[in-house]
């Protein structure tokens, strides 16, 4: 029995895969589709092509440069190695999503509570923002290491922790150390405002240890060498400075209750 031949035409194809016609020329432009063409002119499909844009397609979920679709199609390419280079490019536009929101969120949080963001309080949560976001690294995990005991990394690790509350608590940082900037230079740990900087910062770190103590130390002690390290300093929440004046602030709050 003879098999009948499959053959389809450029809107019925870009109907069957939900894409355009245009990108269908877009796709034949770049080499990767080579359509048969009628005795009139007009393009048709057949099964090899369709089999051909499914596969392109996926490719091009997966976030792919046409380029680098076109030598895999050939052959040419190693498609895993292409696919840890784009997990880390994907990794890297989530992390600049990330700080982004933090910053938006950071503002508006801001802007709610004064009404008004001036362009020096924008500038200062910008940068407090881009410190707050900084990659886990060798250097902090020995840290970690040095500081916690094996249980509580563990506990650490095992807490779910979604990209939505990485933000929200960056953002909460972000307007900490935004508001200590705007304290100015030497400012007084003792006042109303100083300490009510002091709570919010205190109730992020509770959070974060669920108020337990030999937690909070080990956060504390560790806190202490990253603003040690100038490497480390230059890209992690706050500054030493900030932090130097939040361990004053705490102080004047434990005395007082």
Not at 103 to 132: F, I, N, Q
Request: charged share 25%.
């Amino acid at each position: 029995m003879r098999r009948s031949v499959f053959q389809e035409t450029a809107t019925a194809v870009a109907r069957r895969f939900g894409v355009s016609v245009k990108a269908l020329r877009v796709y034949e432009q770049a080499g990767l589709l080579k359509p048969a063409r009628t005795m009139a002119g007009w393009r048709i499909y057949g099964a090899a092509e369709l089999e051909r844009l499914s596969a392109i397609l996926a490719l091009k979920q997966l976030g792919l440069p046409l380029k680098r679709i076109g030598e895999l199609l050939r052959g040419k390419g190693d498609l895993a190695a292409a696919l840890v280079l784009q997990e880390a490019a994907l990794e890297d536009a989530k992390a600049d999503a990330e700080q982004a929101l933090a910053l938006v969120r950071a503002a508006r949080a801001k802007l709610a509570k004064s009404g008004h963001l001036s362009p020096d309080e924008l500038a200062s949560l910008v940068r407090s923002t881009a410190m707050s976001e900084f990659k886990w690294n060798d250097k902090m995990e020995s840290l970690a290491q040095k500081h916690y005991t094996p249980e509580q990394l563990q506990a650490l690790r095992g807490r779910p922790f979604t990209a939505e509350d990485q933000a929200r608590v960056s953002a909460a940082w972000a307007e900490v150390f935004a508001d200590i900037d705007a304290l100015g230079p030497d400012p007084d740990p003792t006042t109303d405002r100083a300490l009510e900087i002091g709570r919010r910062a205190r109730a992020l770190i509770t959070e974060f240890t669920q108020g337990d103590p030999a937690m909070f130390k080990a956060a504390g002690a560790m806190n202490r060498d990253m603003m040690a390290d100038p490497e480390i300093a230059a890209r992690g929440p706050g500054s030493p400075q900030s932090m130097a004046f939040l361990s004053r602030v705490f102080v004047v709050l434990g005395a007082s209750g």
